[in-house]
């Protein structure tokens, strides 16, 4: 059984310190033109005790953009802002992949080029769900996500070769590795969802191969571009978060996709999913926040790589639990390191963890909530009894 402070090779090419994973959290600090700066690459490089750090999911393309303040990977300006980040990251000894995105129809026409809609798998508007854009006066704050339009089939094959592209840039801004942001309802997540997705091309309808394709197709770029060593991805296939629509197929697109990034060597899947309860299994809000083991364990049989499990962990115990069920590898925390920028070490330790503010979470205070947050101080921790 894995211990969380040992480390891994990832994807046959990536050394990992510990199993521990920054989970990616999108904080809305870049500049100008959604180019990454100097505050982030503190950040970053104060986490870099990590084994992993996933960084927020950048934007693939300017259509992608249903958050303001996100930033991007299709601009040289882009691309050596993430340069700081990596170098600094990488001067800290840490290990550091770009989580890359399309938000789809998650996106506003006040943020998209030319004001037009947003781009969706279907004309199905998320409903329920605010992305966070301008208003009818032009503030921004969050505002109803706005009516797609469908992609058209060619719209999908030039997205692919966007992606690529995005790979080549990720690497030159000296990221270790992709992770491809397959979970949330986004874009790729929609392709995915058998209720949402009633297109009727290639990329659509009732077979899995169809509604799977777009994912796949981005999957072999990034591993063109990249080798299948340095590609993650990520997925949260009974979400319903976005609006997304309870899925009867989601086991079943689960389980193909693993089979299929498995015969691609991807070096991990990261699943979105709390550490389970006891409750009734079978309520699809139940489905979305749990994975069942014998589900899980069926997706270890399918796919040789590395599993990062994410969500609700908080400690080093609940965290080596999960270890010990045998049926993951790495442990990511979300929350958990945006007041613990030694979070590693805080486990490793059983030093207590900070809480941060959620009013911080997202916005534009600069290093307040961000950087501020100090390291355990070493010198009390010495003087406690134990
Ligand atoms: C502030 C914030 C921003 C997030 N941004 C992203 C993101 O950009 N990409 C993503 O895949 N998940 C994102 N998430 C989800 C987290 O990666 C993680 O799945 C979730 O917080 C559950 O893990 P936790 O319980 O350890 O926090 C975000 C979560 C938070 C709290």
Redesign the pocket.
């Known amino acids: 059984m894995a211990h969380l402070f040992e480390p891994q090779v990832l994807g046959g090419t990536v050394p990992l310190k510990n199993r521990i994973v920054m989970?990616?959290?999108?904080?809305t600090r870049t500049s100008e033109g959604d180019v990454p700066n100097e505050l982030m690459a503190t950040y970053y490089g104060q986490r870099a005790s990590a084994g992993l750090i996933v960084t927020?999911?950048a934007d693939v393309a300017p259509s992608s953009k249903g958050y303001a303040l996100t930033p991007g990977i299709y601009t040289q300006a882009q691309r050596q802002g993430w340069r700081l980040v990596t170098d600094e990251v990488h001067r800290n000894n840490g290990t550091i992949f770009l989580?890359i995105w399309h938000v789809g129809r998650m996106a506003h026409p006040s943020l998209m080029p030319n004001g037009e809609a947003p781009w969706g798998v279907t004309e199905e508007r998320a409903e329920n769900s605010d992305v966070f854009a301008h208003d009818a006066d032009g503030k921004l704050g969050y505002v109803r996500a706005g009516r797609p339009r469908s992609l058209r089939t060619d719209e999908i094959s030039a997205l692919v070769e966007t992606f690529s592209q995005a790979f080549v840039n990720a690497r030159e801004a000296g990221f270790d590795g992709v992770e491809i942001?397959g979970?949330?309802g986004y874009l790729f997540d929609q392709f995915m969802n058998s209720v949402l997705n009633t297109r009727t091309d290639r990329y659509g309808g009732a077979r899995v191969e169809d509604r799977t394709r777009f994912l796949m197709e981005v999957v072999d770029a990034a591993v063109r571009q990249l080798g299948p060593g340095r590609v993650g991805v990520?997925l949260a296939p009974f979400g319903t978060f976005n609006s997304m629509p309870a899925d009867p197929l989601a086991a079943e697109t689960l389980l193909y996709v693993s089979e299929q990034l498995g015969r691609r060597g991807v070096a991990y899947l990261h699943l979105?999913y709390e550490l389970m309860p006891a409750g009734n299994m079978e309520t699809a809000e139940f489905k979305a926040r749990y994975i069942d083991h014998t589900l899980l364990a069926k997706v270890r049989a399918a796919f040789p790589g590395a599993i990062i499990w994410?969500?609700?962990?908080k400690s080093r115990d609940n965290a080596q639990a999960a270890l010990d069920t045998g049926l993951v590898d790495l442990i990511?925390?979300?929350?958990?390191y945006i007041a613990n920028p030694d979070l590693a070490e805080r486990l490793k330790h059983g030093w207590p963890l900070a809480e941060a503010d959620r009013s911080t979470?997202?916005t534009r205070r600069g290093e307040v909530g961000y950087t501020d947050f100090p390291t355990y101080p070493i010198e009390s921790s010495a003087r406690r009894p134990d």
């Open positions: 989970a990616p959290m999108t904080r927020e999911a989580q942001h979970a949330n990520r979105v994410c969500g609700g962990f990511a925390f979300g929350r958990p979470y997202y």
